[in-house]
Nanobody
Framework: EVQLVESGGGMVQPGGSLRLSCAASGFTFSTYDMSWVRRAPGKGPEWIASIATGSPATWYAESVTGRFTISRDNAKKTVNLQMHDLKPEDTAVYYC????????????WGQGTQVTVSS
């Protein structure tokens, strides 16, 4: 059974930090590009960061560049999102996403973890 389980969400004051983790199982984690996508209340999903399979190549949305860092540990089958200088507009449910690419185009989603930034 494929599972992506996010953890680390919570409530934090503006300017604070959080570290999200996503634990994967049931598929060959090292061969999947991994991403974080968030959904704020009343808004559509927003891609925020991705990390390639075996390389340290990473990509970020402009809204989080310089504040968020995505990383992965293929041995532990985890992907992390370190978030600094959090702002109220970062409040959202954060989802972990796995993309297998060609030729299967398999993709998987976690159940999400809530991040609330409020004073």
């Amino acid at each position: 059974e494929v599972q992506l389980v996010e953890s680390g969400g919570g409530m934090v004051q503006p300017g604070g930090s959080l570290r999200l983790s996503c634990a994967a199982s049931g598929f060959t984690f090292s061969t999947y590009d991994m991403s974080w996508v968030r959904r704020a209340p009343g808004k559509g999903p927003e891609w925020i960061a991705s990390i390639a399979t075996g390389s340290p190549a990473t990509w970020y949305a402009e809204s989080v560049t310089g504040r968020f860092t995505i990383s992965r540990d293929n041995a532990k089958k985890t992907v992390n999102l370190q978030m600094h200088d959090l702002k109220p507009e970062d409040t959202a449910v954060y989802y972990c996403h796995a993309d297998g690419g060609a030729p299967t185009w398999d993709e998987y989603w976690g159940q999400g973890t809530q991040v609330t930034v409020s004073s």
